[in-house]
């Protein structure tokens, strides 16, 4: 069973930055793509960083320019650094990966990101 754990969430002033780390339990370079999505209270989960096995990105342009994903193979874990952060990016913020080839997702427990003064 594939485990992924988040970290790095809290409580931030805006404008602050925090970096939130996934651990994944298996070897990342098997997933086709992995990615970051948030969910605020009442609003549907969203996309927020999307990477891929040969490091293509992609992010919707609420986060464009301000958040950067990035993948380590050989620790397992992919990064959300997240700039320049507004009370708008408060949720929760879940990792993802994708198993194209045996048509499997995984979830993370998620890990709560606050942006208020």
């Known amino acids: 069973q594939v485990q992924l754990v988040e970290s790095g969430g809290g409580l931030v002033q805006p404008g602050g930055s925090l970096r939130l780390s996934c651990v994944v339990s298996s070897n990342i370079f098997r997933f086709d793509t992995m990615g970051w999505y948030r969910q605020a209270p009442g609003k549907l989960r969203e996309l927020v960083a999307h990477?891929?096995?040969?490091?293509?990105?992609n992010y919707p342009d609420s986060v464009k320019g301000r958040f950067t994903i990035s993948r380590d193979n050989a620790k397992n874990t992919v990064y959300l650094q997240s700039n320049s952060l507004k009370p708008e990016d408060t949720a929760v913020y879940y990792c993802?990966?994708?198993?194209?080839?045996?048509?499997?997702?995984?979830w993370g427990q998620g890990t709560q990101v606050t942006v208020s003064s």
């Open positions: 990477i891929t096995r040969d490091d293509s990105t």
């Open positions: 993802h990966a994708d198993d194209l080839r045996l048509g499997l997702e995984y």
